[in-house]
């Protein structure tokens, strides 16, 4: 880690609902692909070519520059054993580590929990977006969860200031640990307080904010935005989190892919120009990660739920280029249709856990993975 790296950050964006591998990065130099793709395949002359083989979505576009700048790692065939084409269960395996048994702890948790051990700060972890991701849910472990920054607050409807500290105050002794009688009552109590304190923390982020980039109107740009003003604010948040929704692309593809793309692509370019203005983008790494690929063959206008994917690692930090081998798609080297994995992405969350953030990386993914150095 160099000196410059004085604050490690790591911000996690989640598409979900399967993100098309093959129509994200594509091999164009294979004619297989098009062979497979009759219906919703990308045209040579449209792709942003990487090298001879693959290129970039034209949807993209953000992401290519930022890719030229030196500033991306495309992680190729990154999957875990033994798929499973369930969004929940995928879903639950890339957020507990745990391809085999059902996981009862988050891996960020882990990280937020060995971050800061006596739960210290209730903003080491912060999720922009509804309900908490199991990635970040751990027993004892605070984390906040935000919908939106400006309207983010416990009883902010109540008015004026003395009627909502008179609400707070019977809320507080309602969950006060004084009053438990039980683990149940503790946890609720302690999970009030966190609240309490969380919300009048990051009430006061976008007041020491102000920006020249102008985010575009999606919910991902919202949320990104919301992630800068947090950041700005120095209020020792360590780890993001927030997902970009509308993956699962069953049918008209041809339309939604390059749509969702354009959002999360210029959504992360803003959010890294934001960081520049800011002097903070060489402590922030973005890591970009779906459930699973879909199936190698469409289905006429669309693909369904396949294996073997593909990650972003976006940021100053990052040793650009491509990473791991993209996935054969002759028929032979298929599993039941989809691709196959080679990456296994407790490697890539563990070097980013050791690598980046400074942490056992086994403590976290819950063993020693290959890494691939792309920090």
């Not at 054993?81 to 957020?95: A, E, G, T, V």
């Amino acid at each position: 880690m160099t000196s410059t790296q004085k604050d490690p950050t790591l911000v996690v964006i989640q598409l979900t609902g399967g993100n098309d591998y093959l129509n994200t990065v594509i091999p164009y130099g294979d004619p297989l692909y098009y062979d497979n793709r009759p219906n919703v395949g990308i045209s040579q002359d449209q792709v942003l070519p990487i090298n001879n083989h693959v290129g970039f979505n034209p949807a993209l576009a953000p992401i290519k520059e930022l890719y030229d700048s030196g500033k991306v790692a495309v992680i190729n065939g990154i999957g875990y054993p033994k798929p499973n084409r369930s969004h929940f269960r995928s879903m639950d395996i890339w957020h507990t580590c745990e391809p085999d048994k059902i996981g009862d702890e988050g891996w960020l948790g882990r990280v937020i929990r060995d971050l800061d051990p006596k739960g210290e700060n209730v903003l080491t972890g912060l999720n922009f977006g509804r309900g908490l991701p199991r990635a970040l849910a751990v027993n004892g472990v605070p984390v906040a969860s935000v919908a939106a920054l400006e309207k983010y607050g416990v009883l902010t409807g109540i008015a004026p200031d003395l009627e909502r500290n008179r609400a707070l105050d019977i809320f507080a002794r309602m969950y006060g640990p004084e009053l438990g009688t039980g683990p149940v009552m503790d946890y609720l109590g302690q999970t009030g307080l966190d609240a309490l304190k969380g919300a009048d923390i990051l009430k006061t982020a976008p007041l020491r904010y102000q920006t020249g980039v102008e985010y575009a109107e999606s919910p991902i740009g919202k949320n990104l935005q919301g992630i800068a003003k947090v950041l700005v604010a120095d209020l020792g948040t360590k780890i993001f989190y927030t997902q970009h929704m509308g993956y699962d692309t069953h049918a008209n593809e041809g339309p939604v892919h390059p749509r969702l793309w354009s959002e999360v692509s210029r959504a992360i370019s803003d959010f890294y120009d934001d960081l520049k203005e800011h002097n903070v983008a060489e402590n922030v790494l973005m890591f970009v990660f779906t459930e699973f690929g879909r199936r190698v063959r469409d289905n006429g206008s669309g693909t369904d739920h396949g294996s073997g994917g593909m990650a972003l690692v976006i940021g100053d930090p990052v040793k650009a280029g491509l990473y791991g081998e993209y996935p054969s798609l002759k028929d032979g080297d298929l599993i039941e249709g989809d691709l196959a994995y080679n990456v296994d992405f407790r490697g890539v969350y563990g070097e980013m856990v050791e690598t980046w953030l400074g942490l056992d990386p086994v403590s976290v993914v819950g063993g020693n993975f290959e890494q691939l150095g792309f920090v």
